[in-house]
């Protein structure tokens, strides 16, 4: 089965509720990849797959979680050079508390 033919950095955000932001930090110019999980299966076997979000040029970006479920974040440099550092923050939705 195939691979994707670049690196790139996997976050699992578990699951997360609708309106929940997603707050990525970048040390360079790179793609930002907000996906469920089956599309994230999808992406890892070089199938079509749907995301939110593209190629982030500036940092931090914020991205709310579109509706309730398991997300996956990828930042990659695919048509970019090197690889980007990244750090994922997780602000929950407005009225919605913290799991401890």
């Known amino acids: 089965m ?3 033919n670049f ?3 996997h976050y699992d955000l578990k699951d997360q509720r609708a309106g929940t932001i997603i707050e990525v930090t ?3 110019v790179a793609n930002v ?4 999980a089956p599309n994230y299966q999808r ?3 070089v199938l079509d797959f749907k995301y939110v979000g593209g190629v982030a040029r500036k940092s931090p970006i914020r991205m709310p979680i579109p509706e309730s479920g398991h997300w996956h974040l990828v930042v990659d440099m695919e048509g970019h050079h090197g690889l980007a550092e ?3 923050k997780i602000t929950p939705a ?6 401890s």
Do not use: H, I, Y
Not at 33 to 36: P, V
Not at 94 to 99: D, F, H, K, L, N
């Open 86 to 88: 990244s750090s994922v």
């Open 43 to 45: 992406f890892t076997e």
């Open 94 to 99: 407005t009225g919605q508390m913290r799991a």
């Open 26 to 28: 970048l040390n360079a």
């Open 7 to 9: 690196r790139f950095t």
């Open 33 to 36: 990849r907000l996906m469920t």
């Open 2 to 4: 195939s691979k994707p």
